[in-house]
């Protein structure tokens, strides 16, 4: 495996950085996870984007010539693909703060950031289809993270015990809620319902990442014109009550849930909204 470290593209056993990286003391660094199928990235520039907002929100600054995120994501599926045959491929990127001579909270001065890239093996993109689609199993729980969750920090201990939670129990994720009982977003995950006939996910605000998949998706039901799509506050209640749920990610596209807190979703099989829009999903992703 090819990996990519602060401008050099080398063999991952090869790529070491600093026990005193703010990254590996503090959290404190911000990443993205952008999907390829067959070498072609999912909205590259999308991802770029957010990765850029990231930063200037958290004040890292990274020399321009080492943060083209496209041209480092796709150098790495040029330098990887042959050894992942499947050619469904995530990059990591990451950008922590770097590494300091000592252990104090402030930004430190003059320091250069990390930045650190790889790829990895994903999900095949199937064609969407309900009768073969396996639904997911999910739980909520109340959202016991911080309160800037529209940043995709690396300090992902709040994400990881909601999702641990969950597959502790053969459970696929964690939706969560805020004290308010609106559904924000879930552990690793964006959330989409079928209310009365209408698809609603919750607006974009500081209690939730603004995911590219959410993105896509929204865009295509908009393109289509079939459904309407409403950006709106959700309660626990509508969700256990909504016709069709889903899941959207990087890593899991449009995925179709089936069973939240051991009670079914609609009739507990996957629904026809999903896989009409899952479809419409895969023709604009590109
Ligand atoms: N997770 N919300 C959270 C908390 C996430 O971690 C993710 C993605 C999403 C979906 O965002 P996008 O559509 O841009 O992937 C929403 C990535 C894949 C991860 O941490 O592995």
Same mark, same amino acid.
């Not at 940043?151 to 015990?161: A, E």
């Not at 089936?258 to 079914?264: G, H, L, P, R």
């Given at each position: ?50 990765? /850029? ?43 922590? &703060? ?31 289809? &309900? ?16 309160? &800037? ?28 809620? /805020? ?60 969700? !256990? ?10 890593? !899991? ?34």
């Amino acid at each position: 495996t090819i990996a990519y470290l602060n401008g050099e593209f080398k063999p991952l056993e090869q790529a070491q950085i600093s026990p005193m990286d703010r990254g590996f003391l503090f959290g404190d660094g911000i990443y993205e996870v952008v999907p390829s199928y067959a070498g072609k990235l999912v909205a590259g520039n999308l991802h770029a984007q957010r990765m /850029n907002r990231g930063l200037s929100e958290i004040g890292i600054k990274v020399l321009a010539e080492e943060s083209n995120w496209v041209a480092i994501a796709e150098g790495l599926l040029a330098r990887n693909l042959d050894h992942l045959p499947d050619q469904n491929v995530g990059i990591y990127i990451h950008v922590s &703060r770097g590494a300091d001579t000592k252990r104090f909270h402030a930004f430190p001065e003059g320091v250069k950031p990390t930045v650190f890239a790889f790829a990895f093996s994903i999900a095949p993109s199937a064609v969407p289809d &309900r009768t073969q689609a396996k639904g997911l199993h999910v739980q909520t729980q109340e959202d016991l993270r911080w309160r &800037r969750c529209h940043i995709k920090s690396t300090s992902l201990l709040g994400n990881v015990m909601h999702f641990q939670d969950s597959f502790g129990k053969g459970i696929n994720e964690t939706v969560l809620y /805020n004290q308010d009982g609106m559904v924000t977003e879930a552990s690793v995950s964006n959330v989409f319902a079928v209310i009365d006939g209408e698809i609603v996910t919750p607006p974009l605000d500081n209690q939730l990442l603004p995911g590219i998949t959410r993105h896509i998706l929204i865009n295509s039901i908009r393109k289509d014109g079939q459904y309407q799509l409403v950006e709106r506050q959700i309660t626990l209640e509508e969700l !256990k009550g909504a016709d069709e749920v889903w899941l959207t990610s990087s890593s !899991k596209e449009v995925a179709p849930v089936v069973m939240i807190d051991n009670q079914a979703v609609g009739n507990g099989v996957v629904g026809e909204v999903w896989e009409q829009v899952a479809k419409s999903y895969h023709t604009h992703k590109f």
